[in-house]
């Protein structure tokens, strides 16, 4: 049995990220890409601005406004700031309707039972009529077009902001799964140390980000690269700018692509043996922004001895396949509860 929208096609799938959060409306795709930030006054509670106009912000406010992100690891780290920031998002992806919505909520698979229970009432607060949460790597998966359903081996990887999601899926579950608290913000804040220590320099995280994205790689092949950053010199407390090279970089991201690798291979090691069989055939598909890191897939490659894929759209095919599971809102709420079962289990 499929449950239908019936409010006007307002039936929503959020992918409530640590970096991003992503809203698809049915029958209309994904509305909103913005930055999940907020920023807000630490005197009156009053929030300024949300997303791209509030990360704009960071690092760049008056003493008495705060840009923050209200997620960390992929869980509420503010529930009340989430809660507007998925307010404002979801009113202006939606409008004023979305009171009479059903939302689709992707989580992360390590989440507790207190974590699903806060997204939950945070997104009924901004005015969900009712929730239905989904593992992030079950929705990658369905984004991905990977055969879900199917009595054959799935394995995908979503490397987000917060947090690596590594699951093998078959016959419409998650048989092994593995969520790490590592992701691009880790990278960064690698980069950060890196440049610390290195060239006795202090940068911010989002020069950082800029860094890994121009000149970041986990390749030897592709250390060529070389980046500008400018930040403040820890002895002279001047400004002060260096030139980081793409091997200094790979050198920095050499500890959280590590966890990821390792977080991979437990999870493989775990996996059944006719399932790593078909994995064999069928290769590990890569998701999340974190995915775009050149020479990740190359790394994951040689470590592991399996064919690796980056899907296709790898920033948008968790919300898209969040969107899909719009669909089969029944099924969702008894996989969950099976799910739940079966992580009490572990």
């Known amino acids: 049995m499929r449950l239908r929208g019936s409010f006007g096609g307002r039936d929503l799938a959020v992918d409530l990220g640590t970096a991003n959060t992503l809203v698809f ?22 929030v300024h601005a949300v997303g791209s106009e509030a990360r704009r912000m ?18 509420i780290a503010d529930f009340e700031i989430t809660e507007q920031m998925l307010r404002h998002f979801i009113t202006k992806a ?20 207190v974590e699903r229970r806060a997204v939950d009432e945070a997104t009924r607060s901004a005015g969900a009529r009712s929730v239905f949460l989904i593992e992030e790597p079950m929705a990658a998966a369905i984004g991905a077009n990977l055969p879900v359903a199917e009595a ?19 016959l419409g579950g998650m048989v092994v ?66 030139t980081v090279s793409g091997a200094d970089l790979r050198r920095a991201l050499e500890g959280p692509v590590a966890r990821i690798v390792a977080a991979v291979k437990d999870t493989l090691e775990r996996t059944p043996p006719e399932l790593a069989a078909d994995l064999g055939e069928r290769g590990i598909v890569l ?14 490659r040689e ?16 919300v898209e396949g969040a969107g899909r599971s719009l669909d089969e809102l029944e099924t969702l709420d008894r996989a969950a509860k099976v799910q739940r079962k079966s992580r009490s289990r572990r």
């Open 303 to 318: 470590e592991i001895g399996l064919p690796v894929q980056v899907a296709d759209s790898p920033l948008t095919c968790v």
């Open 58 to 75: 960071i690092g760049r406010t008056p003493a008495t406004i705060r840009a923050t992100r209200p997620l960390r690891h992929g869980v």
């Open 94 to 113: 939606a409008g004023s309707r979305f009171a009479f919505a059903r939302v689709v909520l992707c989580v992360p698979s390590g989440i507790t039972d």
């Open 177 to 242: 799964w593995e969520s790490i608290r590592v992701g691009g913000y880790e990278m960064d804040d690698a980069i950060v140390d890196h440049v610390k220590n290195l060239h006795k320099l202090l940068i911010g995280q989002e020069t950082a980000e800029a860094a890994k994205i121009q000149a970041g790689s986990v390749s030897h092949a592709d250390d060529g690269g070389e980046t500008t950053v400018a930040g403040r010199d820890l002895v002279t407390g001047l400004l002060r700018r260096v």
């Open 152 to 170: 054959v081996a799935s394995m995908v990887i979503d490397i987000g902001g917060g947090t690596t999601e590594v699951a093998v899926i078959a």
């Open 287 to 300: 998701a999340g922004g974190g995915s775009l890191l050149r020479g990740l897939d190359e790394k994951l």
């Open 25 to 46: 409306i049915r029958g209309r795709g994904i509305v909103l890409f913005e930055p999940s930030v907020v920023a807000f006054s630490e005197e009156t509670g009053q």
